[in-house]
């Protein structure tokens, strides 16, 4: 793992739990098995979370690693392991030489298998049970100084008595209080799957780079590389064919048919036909020419000028160098989709965020993601459906972009909500696998104010309505007539129709929000019993002439529409077999009887069919909506 740039400094309680959390895991630290490799780092933005190093200095004598034994004949200092001159990499053959850092509430604790190191005395160390703190600064030459963060004068350094070697803490300072970092080499090549396709990768100061087609250079592979570690197939990079040997040999042959070849410690691309082709394997984590009548040849990248390169080396000049170990990383299938009848656009194959960004999304209900790794880079996905649902992975949530506008994260035959969820009215929704709103939905419309009613299809269940709408659920359809009840809330996919009792009846529109929380969403959930169907997309007649009724603007019947007829989502029309022009809309009984009085602002009368009564223009026996409630006049 690598950071962009140095641990922030954390406070308060937060950063106590953490701290916590930190020294009790560090029990479970598996130490590594050697001899393994370390390589310098020369910032802290090179030091990883719960990392192995080793710690070194130099003096005119050479150069020194701390070890954790103390010295015999300095007790309470650490004795040092001679290194020789000072070096970019080093194999230690014993874990008394490394020590597991990590970072704490006010800087960092360093870790030895018989405890945590801790100042001591004047400038002794001592390794107890529980941390202490240290703080590492960067001097601006790939050295760091080192303090214990209660005797912040007093500088770990080598120094030595009577030509013995040992580690301390001391006040004056000079060149011996620079410390060296080396971090343990985690990365270790694996061999791929006989016929797989892959790219020679290293993980350099440039990022991820792979080998280019002209083996030469190497590219920076960052934009092509998938949450899955995988590369896109659209990458400036070799691309080769592992093909098995024996005895755990491999060709690596490319598309042209060519062969990966080592000719004078150079890469070089042979013949089909070329009798004397490479081969390899991998000894010890690395990749190397596997010819038994020559010493082998570590394949890796040298990144010791500005731009790493593909290089060939001897494991000894590898364990001495800076270079960083070759790996293999798999490339994907070509990129496909195709969208189904309902807009969902799915996708399968290896997108990079440049393909994405590229894919048409005009006309897309939904974006089903969920069969493809992300890519590492952000890519911007803007449709022009508000409405459109973007499936992806639920182990791959990290890597969606911040900007990216209904997510839902599946996981088995069901999503769920990664961000919040706005249904735009008129915009198509569709959702190809039902989802939970964990972060919550809400719909929104612009309704009419002109005492009509307008009728309401909504893809999830509705507790609480909101104020000042009238809702009404269908009670019964006797072929000709079609009778409403009140209706306290609303089942998904169960249509309703409503009406606004808004002071500015006639006038303008209001605003209808209906939110909630942790709902089950689905579209294509069976509907419910009720003659009323539920529409969520932009539906045009066409086959249903005859039996498809739609509410009219006055909202007191539905009228038979003919083919070129449409109706926008989130609405709803009757399909009935009836013969008739229309069919009447009438509400239930009263829920209330008394006299219909003079209203005030707040609360004005309307007929069952929806329109507003002027002031003495009711009639005996007529059935009224007064304060929202039904009333027998």
């Not at 870790?111 to 390794?127: I, M, R, V, W």
């Not at 064919?241 to 040999?249: C, F, M, Q």
């Not at 069952?608 to 009564?613: A, F, L, P, Q």
Request: glycine fraction near 8%.
């Amino acid at each position: 793992m690598r950071r962009t740039g140095p641990f922030p400094q954390r406070s308060g309680w937060l950063s106590a739990c953490l701290f916590m959390l930190s020294t009790c895991t560090l029990q479970a630290q598996e130490w590594p098995e050697v001899p393994a490799r370390f390589v310098r780092v020369t910032s802290l933005s090179g030091v990883t979370r719960a990392g192995f190093y080793a710690i070194g200095a130099s003096d005119p004598d050479g150069h020194y690693l701390m070890r954790q034994t103390p010295a015999v004949n300095y007790e309470g200092k650490q004795t040092v392991a001679a290194a020789g001159e000072q070096r970019d990499a080093y194999t230690l053959s014993t874990s008394d030489n490394f020590w597991l850092i990590e970072p704490a509430v006010t800087g960092w604790t360093i870790k030895g298998e018989k405890g945590y190191l801790a100042p001591e005395g004047n400038n002794n160390f001592a390794l107890n049970s529980r941390p202490d703190a240290w703080q590492f600064a960067e001097n601006g030459d790939g050295t760091f100084t080192l303090t214990a963060t209660g005797s912040p004068n007093q500088r770990v350094s080598v120094t030595d008595r009577s030509g013995t070697h040992y580690f301390g803490r001391f006040s004056y300072t000079d060149s011996r209080t620079k410390i060296y970092l080396y971090r343990l080499e985690t990365e270790q090549a694996q061999l791929p799957a006989d016929r797989t396709c892959v790219a020679l990768c290293a993980a350099t100061g440039d990022g991820l780079t792979a080998v280019t087609p002209d083996l030469a250079t190497m590219d920076n592979a960052d934009r092509f590389r998938l949450a899955n570690d995988t590369l896109t197939p659209d990458g400036n990079f070799a691309q080769w064919i592992v093909k098995y040997e024996d005895d755990g040999r491999f060709r690596l042959v490319g598309q042209d048919g060519s062969q990966l070849g080592a000719i004078d410690r150079r890469l070089a691309l042979l013949s089909t036909s070329d009798d004397a082709a490479t081969l390899w394997r991998i000894t010890d984590g690395l990749i190397a020419t596997a010819d038994t009548t020559s010493p082998p040849l570590v394949l890796c990248a040298d990144n010791s000028n500005e731009k790493a390169v593909p290089a060939l080396c001897t494991p000894d000049e590898f364990q001495e160098s800076s270079f960083a170990t070759m790996l293999f990383r798999a490339i994907g299938p070509e990129p496909q989709f195709h969208t189904d009848t309902q807009g969902t656009a799915v996708l399968t194959g290896a997108w990079s965020a440049t393909a994405l960004e590229a894919l048409p999304l005009d006309g897309l209900t939904a974006l089903d993601l969920s069969h493809i790794s992300l890519p590492h880079t952000a890519a911007t996905l803007s449709p022009e459906n508000p409405n459109t649902l973007i499936y992806i992975r639920h182990d791959e949530t990290g890597f969606a972009p911040a900007g990216w506008e209904n997510v839902i994260a599946m996981e088995g035959g069901t999503g769920t909500a990664t961000t919040s969820i706005l249904l735009t009215d008129r915009a198509p929704f569709h959702t190809p696998y039902p989802f939970i709103a964990a972060q919550g939905i809400t719909y929104r419309r612009e309704a009419f104010t002109d005492g009509g009613w307008e009728t309401l299809s909504l893809p999830f269940d509705v507790s609480e309505l909101p104020s000042g709408f009238i809702f009404e659920k269908v009670e019964n359809f006797d072929g000709h007539a079609i009778a409403f009840t009140p209706a306290t809330e609303i089942a998904a996919n169960s249509p309703v129709i409503f009406t606004c009792t808004a002071e500015n009846v006639g006038t303008g529109n209001a605003t209808l929000s209906i939110p909630a929380t942790n709902a089950y969403v689905d579209t294509q959930e069976k509907p419910s019993a009720s003659p009323l169907r539920v529409n969520y997309i932009n539906f045009t007649v066409d086959s249903l002439v005859g039996s498809c009724y739609l509410l009219n603007e006055s909202g007191t019947a539905f009228v038979m529409a003919d083919a070129s007829s449409a109706l926008t989502p989130f609405r709803a029309y009757l399909s009935a077999g009836h013969s008739g022009a229309s069919v009447r809309v009438q509400h239930s009984p009263a829920t209330a009887i008394r006299p219909a009085t003079k209203t005030d602002r707040e609360n004005r009368i309307y007929g069952v069919d929806g329109r507003r009564r002027a002031e003495g223009r009711t009639g005996r026996g007529e059935i009224l909506i007064y304060d929202g409630k039904k009333v027998f006049r």
